[in-house]
């Protein structure tokens, strides 16, 4: 996600930090290579011409060459415009009566049904009752890829044999019989804008009055999902954008032009393929992200996500006097992997994002060896490591398709790690990782 982009702001931007003074020559040319950087990510001419223009205005006059950290003030001044056009202040969906309607609008392939699910699981763990609604009659299976997501979810899917705008206005009523508080309505797509797909989703609205009109964007196809978000803007008047595929996309530019085109917010991010790769999305925490400054923030969300208080405490107590188990272990390695890519989740955290992963699979299939290794130990060896003899690891290492070596050296990664994560710091973070194999190809 922005990594084409972040690439090039990053190597503009470092250069002037590693300047002691910079001059009006110096910011000239930093300006112009920001320019061609958004202009190579995609991002809308206009957009960027007004981008340059504030950056410009809002760095003149500041004494830049007098200045101690002049190339700290412009990663200052980047942050706040990409802040900006990302859409400035975060615009979340407040549920503020009963039943709330969703209305989800989009080209076909735009990934409306995978997006309606994720939309159900988003609200159902903040405690809501959602339901979907199948207003796609047209696409072959539509109907019935939205019932398998509702089903592995536990979200009720509506359906009925009748017009789109007749199952809409019946879901409501139904939602209103059944304790159901947000209605998500599944609507078809053409391959492109026509009058007959505008004329009803016209009467859905009409008949339903929804609460939020979200245009779901595929960031794959750039600045054109801009322009059709325009078109379904001016004659249906959406309130919001969600995109998908954004991890996707390396440039971004269609997510940096759509906000200031449109006037409308950007309200959530697809960025992977599971129903968990879906997040509100944060136009201050995005633009860290693309400056390679992390996002600690989502992050904490994830981890809370996974974690519960409780649970917390007393994992905090264990590392704290160094009883941290092969249980332990297990269950924190589960938690990651849920989390989603460990790639995603170093690029959140700062001073660590810039790390690359040469092999991902790789990793991941580490991980899978060393689960299997401890799978393949009894309760009392998870407990109590000490007890694993030279007879115990033949034993785990057969189980588990592995080495003698193998179970060693997990044994010696885990009191390092164990004795490491009592006063956990960044630079120890970075060392524990590529002692336990985690920063190179193929750790076992």
């Known amino acids: 996600m922005f990594s084409d982009l972040g690439e090039k702001l990053n190597g503009v931007l470092t250069r002037l930090k590693s300047q002691g003074s910079i001059t009006k020559e110096d910011l000239d040319k930093a300006l112009k290579e920001v320019k061609f950087a958004l202009l190579e990510a995609d991002v809308n001419y206009k957009v960027v011409k007004d981008f340059i223009k504030e950056l410009s205005l809002s760095l003149e006059g500041r004494e830049l060459e007098k200045s101690l950290t002049p190339g700290q003030i412009i990663v200052e001044e980047v942050h706040k415009r990409l802040t900006d056009i990302l859409g400035g202040d975060s615009s979340q969906i407040a549920v503020t009566k009963t039943p709330f309607i969703i209305m989800l609008v989009g080209l076909q392939g735009s990934g409306k049904t995978t997006t309606a699910a994720k939309l159900s699981k988003f609200f159902k763990k903040k405690g809501r009752q959602p339901m979907l609604v199948a207003c796609d009659i047209y696409r072959p299976a539509a109907v019935k890829q939205l019932q398998i997501l509702g089903e592995s979810l536990k979200v009720p899917v509506f359906s009925e044999d009748k017009k789109p705008e007749e199952i809409a206005k019946d879901a409501v009523k139904f939602a209103g019989q059944n304790g159901r508080d947000v209605i998500i309505l599944d609507t078809a797509g053409r391959l492109h804008v026509d009058n007959e797909l505008m004329n ?98 989502s992050l904490i969300e994830k981890v809370r996500e996974e974690s519960d208080k409780k649970e917390a405490k007393q994992l905090e107590k264990k590392l704290k006097k160094q009883q941290f188990t092969f249980d332990d272990f297990l269950d924190q390695l589960k938690k990651i992997q849920k989390m989603g890519s460990f790639t995603k989740i170093l690029k959140m955290v700062p001073g660590l994002n810039k790390i690359k992963i040469d092999d991902e699979e790789a990793f991941d299939n580490e991980i899978k060896h060393i689960e299997a290794i401890i799978l393949s130990m009894t309760a009392q060896e998870r407990r109590n490591y000490k007890i694993i003899n030279a007879s115990r690891k033949r034993r785990i290492a057969k189980g588990s398709g592995t080495k003698v070596s193998d179970i060693n050296k997990l044994i010696k990664q885990f009191i390092e790690m164990n004795k490491m994560m009592k006063g956990m710091n960044k630079t120890k973070a970075l060392n524990m990782m590529k002692n336990m194999g985690i920063m190179n190809k193929g750790g076992f």
């Not at 964007?217 to 803007?233: L, S």
């Open 200 to 297: 009803e989703l016209k009467r859905i609205k009409e008949y339903v009055n929804p609460d939020e009109i979200l245009f779901v964007a595929d960031a794959m196809i750039g600045q054109e999902a801009v322009n059709v978000a325009k078109a379904f803007d001016n004659d249906i008047e959406i309130t919001g954008s969600i995109f998908t595929k954004l991890d996707g996309d390396a440039r971004g530019g269609a997510a940096l032009s759509i906000v200031k085109i449109t006037k409308k917010p950007i309200k959530f991010a697809g960025v992977g393929e599971k129903i968990d790769d879906f997040e509100p999305f944060y136009p201050d925490r995005i633009a860290s992200r693309i400056l390679g400054m992390g996002d600690v923030l």
